[in-house]
C-alpha cells in the first residue's frame, strides 16, 4: 500500500490539494483513501488500476483481469479533455453485472482518480418506477372508467387523455360537473364532485355530447390543505349505463313474464271454453293497464267479436287494418288502440285489441311485447274453442244429413218447450217417416238409400224458417219443430212437404210401394198447457194412424182438449 499512498499523494500535489505553498493546503490524511467507503481507484490512461482502496477491491480484481471497456472509455475520455466527467456503467461483480456511477477526476501525470458508487439499486427502483407510472398510464388509458380532478373553483382541471362522456379531455377541463348532471345522486345530499368526505360508489346521471343520459359509478376524496380545508376532489367514474339498461331490460323480461303468466293461468283454470275469451280478454285489459279489450275470431264471415271487457272503442275500423296487417297501433273515435292478429300454425284465426283514453300514456314497448305474447296465447285458445265448436257440432248432428241428431234435438226442444209458458204463444211439433224406405235400399242399396234421406232433408229446408228446428231422429225418422205456428201454418207446412214428396217417387224400390211421407202433427195451444211428455206421444200416435190409415198423408193429433182433426 505504502506506493499507492506515494500515488495517491502525488496525484493529490498536481491537483493542488498536496500542501502547495501558493494556496490553502488541505489536510487529508493518507489513510482517509484507504478507509473510505466509496470505491476509489487510480487508473492511468492504459486503462491498468494504479491504486486501490479496500472497498474497490471487487472493481479493481475485475479491471485487471477482464477489463472494464466502459471504464477504460471513461478515464480516457477525461484524460483527454483535461477534466472531471461522471458516467454510468456496467460492471461485473461475484453476484452478476452491477451498475456503478463513476465520477473521473483527472490528474497532470496521466492518472485519474475514480470514485464509483453502486446505483444498481436506485436504477432497479427508479426503471420499476418509471414502468409503474407507465402501466398506470396504460391501464387509464385503455380503461372504461375516466379519472378526474376538480380544483378550488369546482371545475375540472385534470380529465384521463381519452376524456368523457363524449367530450375530449380538453373540452372538459374548465368546466364544471353541475354543466353535465341530469339528476342527483341522493347520497346524503352531497356529489361526489365536492365531497368533504370520501365516497365510493356514488350513482350520477349525467348527460352525453350527444344528449343521451349516462349512469355513472362514482368514487372520490377531497384534497385538503394543511389547515384541513378543501382545496378540491379528486376521483374515478366508471360508465354503467349498459349495466342499467340490461339490468332494466331483464326486469321488464321478468315482468312480462309474470303478467303473461298470469293471464295464462287465468284462462287455463276456466272449465268452460265459453267463457275463456271473456276471461282473457279481462285479464288482459287489467295486466297491461288498459281502460278495455276486445277478443275477435276469424272465419269465412271475417272477423268477429267473441269477448270484450271494460270501456272499448270501434274496433271495426282496426280489424280492417289487420287484415292486412299483423298490427295496428293509432287513435281511434277518441281513445288509443293497440292491435295484434292472432295465429294458430300460421294460419290468422282472430284478433286482439287494446284500448286506452287518449290523455293516457301511449304504449310502451313493453306494452307491444306483452301483447304479441298474449295473441300467441289466444290463438291457442281459439283454435281450442273451435275443435270444441267441431267437436259439439259432431257430436250434436246427423253425420249423413247435418241435422240436428235425436239428443241434440230434444234437448233443445226443451229449452224451446220451457219458454211457451213464458212467450203464451203456439208451436207445433212434426213427426216425420218415410213409407217403404226399407225396399230403396234393398233393391237399389244404401249409396241410394242415403241420397233418398238427403232429398227429404232438402225438402225439410225449404220448407222450415232460420228459427225453426230440423233432426233426423235415426233411420228414416225425422222431426221438425214450427217456432211459433198454430194449427192452420203447420197444415200449410205440411201439405207443401206433401206436394215436395213427390220427388222421392224415383227413389222408390217398388212402384207397388212408392217412396213417400207420413206426418203426424201435435200443435201446443197455450189455452191448454201441457207437458213435453204428452206433446211427443201425441205427435207420434198421430203419425202412426198415419200409417195405419195408407201412409203418405198428414194427421194432426187429437189436442189436450179431446179435439181432434181428420186427416188430410
Not at 5 to 34: F, H, I, M, Y
Not at 192 to 219: N, T, Y
Not at 423 to 449: C, E, M, T, W
Request: charged residues 25%; hydrophobic residues 40%.
Amino acid at each position: 500500500m505504502a506506493e499507492a499512498e506515494r500515488v495517491v499523494k502525488r496525484w493529490l500535489n498536481a491537483v493542488g490539494l498536496g500542501g502547495a505553498s501558493d494556496g490553502p493546503v488541505v489536510a487529508l490524511p493518507e489513510t482517509s483513501v484507504a478507509s473510505s467507503p466509496t470505491p476509489i481507484l487510480f487508473i492511468d490512461g492504459r486503462g491498468h488500476v494504479v491504486a486501490a482502496n479496500e472497498a474497490a477491491e471487487v472493481l479493481s480484481l475485475a479491471v485487471t483481469e477482464g477489463g472494464v471497456p466502459g471504464l477504460s472509455a471513461a478515464v480516457a475520455r477525461a484524460l483527454a479533455a483535461g477534466r472531471s466527467l461522471v458516467e454510468v456503467v456496467m460492471m461485473p461483480s461475484p453476484s452478476g453485472s452491477r451498475l456503478y456511477e463513476i465520477n473521473v477526476l483527472p490528474s497532470g501525470e496521466g492518472t485519474a482518480m475514480v470514485m464509483a458508487k453502486d446505483v444498481t439499486l436506485e436504477s432497479n427502483l427508479r426503471s420499476s418506477l418509471m414502468d409503474s407510472r407507465q402501466r398506470y398510464k396504460d391501464l387509464v388509458e385503455i380503461s372504461s372508467d375516466f379519472a378526474w380532478e376538480v380544483g378550488p373553483d369546482g371545475g375540472f382541471v385534470f380529465v384521463s387523455p381519452r376524456g368523457a362522456l363524449g367530450y375530449r379531455a380538453d373540452q372538459l377541463v374548465g368546466r364544471t360537473p353541475a354543466e353535465f348532471i341530469a339528476e342527483q345522486p341522493g347520497i346524503d345530499g352531497e356529489l361526489p364532485f365536492s365531497c368533504d368526505q370520501p365516497i365510493d360508489d356514488a350513482e350520477v346521471w349525467m348527460r352525453r355530447a350527444d344528449g343521451r343520459i349516462a349512469c355513472l359509478v362514482a368514487s372520490s376524496s377531497p384534497l385538503l390543505d394543511a389547515e384541513g380545508r378543501r382545496r378540491g376532489v379528486r376521483g374515478v367514474c366508471r360508465d354503467v349505463t349498459r349495466d342499467r339498461e340490461r339490468d332494466a331490460a331483464l326486469a321488464r323480461a321478468n315482468n312480462r313474464e309474470r303478467l303473461l303468466n298470469y293471464i295464462v293461468r287465468t284462462i287455463r283454470d276456466v272449465v268452460d271454453p265459453a267463457d275463456i275469451l271473456r276471461i282473457a280478454a279481462e285479464a288482459t285489459a287489467r295486466a297491461l293497464g288498459a281502460d278495455g279489450c276486445q277478443i275477435f275470431r276469424h272465419g269465412d264471415q271475417g272477423f268477429l267479436p267473441a269477448a270484450s271487457f271494460g270501456e272499448i272503442g270501434d274496433g271495426a275500423g282496426i280489424v280492417e287494418a289487420l287484415a292486412a296487417a299483423d298490427s295496428f297501433e293509432g287513435s281511434i273515435d277518441g281513445r288509443l288502440g293497440l292491435g295484434a292478429v292472432t295465429r294458430h300454425h300460421h294460419d290468422v284465426n282472430g284478433a286482439i285489441l287494446l284500448w286506452r283514453d287518449t290523455e293516457a300514456v301511449g304504449w310502451g314497448d313493453d306494452a307491444r311485447a306483452l301483447l304479441w305474447d298474449v295473441a300467441v296465447q289466444i290463438g291457442v285458445a281459439n283454435e281450442q274453442i273451435a275443435n270444441h265448436e267441431r267437436i259439439l257440432l259432431l257430436s250434436r248432428t246427423d253425420a249423413l244429413t247435418g241435422l240436428f241428431n235425436r239428443r241434440a234435438f230434444f234437448e233443445e226442444l226443451s229449452r224451446r218447450f220451457a219458454r211457451l209458458a213464458r212467450d203464451h204463444k203456439p208451436s207445433a211439433l212434426l213427426y216425420i217417416d218415410l213409407d217403404s224406405f226399407k225396399l230403396v235400399n234393398d233393391q237399389h242399396g244404401h249409396q241410394r238409400g242415403d241420397e233418398a234421406l238427403m232429398a227429404v232433408r232438402n225438402i225439410l229446408y225449404r220448407h222450415s224458417r232460420p228459427t225453426d228446428l230440423l233432426a233426423r231422429l235415426g233411420g228414416d225418422e225425422f222431426a221438425v219443430w214450427l217456432e211459433g205456428a198454430d194449427e192452420g201454418t203447420a197444415l200449410r207446412r205440411c201439405e207443401a212437404m206433401m206436394d215436395a214428396a213427390q220427388a222421392l217417387i224415383p227413389f222408390s224400390g217398388s212402384p207397388d210401394n212408392p217412396l213417400t211421407l207420413s206426418l203426424g202433427v201435435a200443435v201446443h195451444d197455450p189455452e191448454h198447457p201441457e207437458t213435453l211428455h204428452d206433446l211427443l206421444a201425441r205427435a207420434d200416435q198421430a203419425m202412426y194412424e198415419v200409417k195405419r190409415n195408407g201412409k203418405g198423408a198428414c194427421q194432426v193429433a187429437v189436442a189436450p182438449s179431446g179435439r181432434s182433426q181428420a186427416p188430410s
